[in-house]
């Protein structure tokens, strides 16, 4: 008989938060080139990549540049200097903003963390856009020294949660860093897939509204 859920445990970064005006930007510095890229293609395949290429705590302009040189080529762009310079100045320092589906954050009667690679603004952020007290532990990889898809960083989060995995809901937008390490450990897992990307994918949800089915 499987245990009851005591724990929702979230990851953040394109969960919980996002970035709206991200594509926004890259679409339109590509059109000043001349290349028009619906922004539902450049979303498929910016997500597809963001589950080969790992981002780091702290993001830098090589990194971001190496990324969107990679992307560019999944859409059959070969980008110049020029172009991913001015990418990357078009979305760096964008703001973060809370997800239209979140209101039901507070209306689940149970308890809810957040499991997440990020730097140690997250707290800050979450409170901002959130709320404060929504979350009884708010984990980050930069402040632990593990990151996902490390099972230490879930088994870290279990015992700071005091809890079992079979007693936990974990739910996150990468089937790499979120579902399989969390599974692999017995953690129950959703998927959270607002753009539809994942189809094939069963025990996946399209709004948060959607996880009150799963308790």
């Not at 404060?132 to 020294?145: L, R, T, V």
């Not at 739910?171 to 998927?191: E, H, M, N, Q, Y």
Request: aromatic share 12%.
């Amino acid at each position: 008989m499987s245990k009851i859920t005591r724990i929702i445990l979230f990851d953040a970064a394109n969960t919980l938060i996002y970035k709206p005006t991200l594509y926004y930007k890259i679409r339109s510095v590509l059109a000043k080139y001349s290349y028009e890229i619906e922004e539902t293609k450049l979303q498929y395949h910016h997500k597809l990549l963001s589950e080969i290429i790992n981002f780091p705590d702290r993001t830098s302009k090589e990194f971001y540049k190496d990324f969107n040189s990679e992307l560019l080529l999944s859409l059959g762009i070969i980008a110049s200097e020029e172009i991913l310079n001015e990418i990357f100045t078009a979305c760096s320092y964008l703001e973060w903003k809370a997800f239209d589906d979140l209101s039901i954050l507070n209306e689940l009667p149970i308890e809810k963390a957040v499991l997440s690679n990020f730097n140690s603004s997250l707290s800050n952020i979450l409170d901002q856009l959130i709320g404060k007290n929504i979350f009884s532990e708010i984990i980050i990889s930069e402040n632990e020294n593990y990151r996902k898809p490390s099972l230490e960083f879930y088994k870290l989060a279990l015992k700071k949660l005091n809890v079992e995995p079979e007693e936990v809901l974990y739910i996150g937008d990468s089937l790499k860093l979120d579902v399989i390490p969390a599974k692999k450990l017995g953690i129950k897992t959703l998927l959270i897939d607002r753009q539809n990307i994942f189809s094939s994918f069963t025990d996946r949800i399209s709004n948060m509204k959607d996880i009150i089915n799963y308790l």
